[in-house]
């Protein structure tokens, strides 16, 4: 079974295996990682991770987060928080001051890369890492090689079946919480103080509060056609699909007045009609709550 599990999803299994009690294994972990699109995602995944106080090795941090990174700069600044902070385990270190060659535009910067590596007591073979300046190809393969690797591993196969526990769990979860419980969580959510890193995990987090919330008060009916959801999925809850009413890439906000639960047909229907009518029907919809 081919899984895509998002950033959201992600925080919400952290958040469910937490009130059960348990933590989350390393190759669980990496496997979620697999699902990231980027190295935002990567470090939200991971302050998320800590604020659990699950602690994964830094070499796991490192290891996956220079999978998504494209960037001198966000390299550089990589390798010196690490350096700053990692003062016995050098072996990490090696991937960042190759990585960084591939990143780097000019031979001079290359041989003062191998030079900075030498003075940490890394050496590099000069003569093959001095002519793969400029290789983001080089990384592309990597990062090819690594999902390769992955989706062929064991943990891709179990990651399955921890997958399917995990909609069971969410399903049970948001299904015994009341409409009333589910919408003071995204008020709480909403005014909480937070700083940057909480904050990328709550809005996140918010993603899944407010579309499990427009489903709820949808209770199975589409929104636009008034008709009963067309089938039941796995868990057997009605198959509706959320819609945001101003549009998220239009500068339409992740709020629970935006959104409403409407049947695949209808969701299809309002993207390519974008018809007035139907706009000003869900809007109803959301001001009645
Ligand atoms: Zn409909
Ligand atoms: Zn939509």
């Known amino acids: 079974m081919h899984i895509t599990m998002d950033l959201s999803e992600i925080i919400l299994y952290l ?8 933590q989350p294994l390393i190759d669980e972990l990496d496997m979620m990682v697999y699902h990231l699109g980027n190295h935002d995602q990567v ?11 699950f602690r994964p090795p830094f070499a796991f941090y490192l290891k996956t987060l220079i999978h998504f990174i494209e960037d001198y700069e966000e390299c550089i600044s990589l390798k ?8 016995n385990n050098r072996r990490p270190f090696i991937k960042l001051f190759t990585h960084q060659i591939l990143l780097c535009k000019s031979e001079e910067e290359a041989l003062s890369i191998l030079q900075e590596a030498r003075n940490y007591g890394l050496n590099l073979d000069e003569k093959f890492w001095v002519s793969k300046f400029d290789s ?3 990384i592309k393969k990597k990062q090819e090689k690594w999902k390769y690797e992955m989706e062929n591993s064991d943990a891709y196969d179990n990651f399955s079946n921890i997958y399917e526990a ?32 909480t904050r990328q995990i709550n809005t996140f987090m918010r993603k899944t509060y407010i579309k499990e919330y427009a ?20 868990q057997g809850n009605p198959f509706l699909e959320v819609h945001h009413i101003n549009y998220l890439s239009k500068g ?29 029907k869900i809007l109803r919809r959301t001001s009645v709550i």
């Open 15 to 22: 958040d469910l295996i937490k009130r059960k009690g348990n």
């Open 43 to 53: 470090k939200t995944f991971y302050n998320k991770i800590k604020e659990h106080e």
């Open 80 to 87: 010196n928080k690490i350096l700053a902070t990692q003062r």
């Open 136 to 138: 983001l190809e080089d």
């Open 166 to 197: 995990f909609v069971t769990m969410k399903s049970s979860y948001f299904k015994d919480l009341s409409e009333e419980h589910l919408k003071s969580i995204i008020v709480e959510q909403q005014s909480q103080e937070r700083n940057v890193v």
């Open 215 to 234: 489903k709820k008060i949808a209770q199975g009916i589409c929104q636009l056609c008034d008709k009963e959801a067309p089938f039941l999925d796995r």
């Open 252 to 280: 339409g906000e992740d709020e629970i007045d935006n959104v409403v639960a409407l049947c695949p047909n209808c969701h299809r229907r309002i993207h390519m009609l974008e018809d007035e009518e139907d706009f000003k």
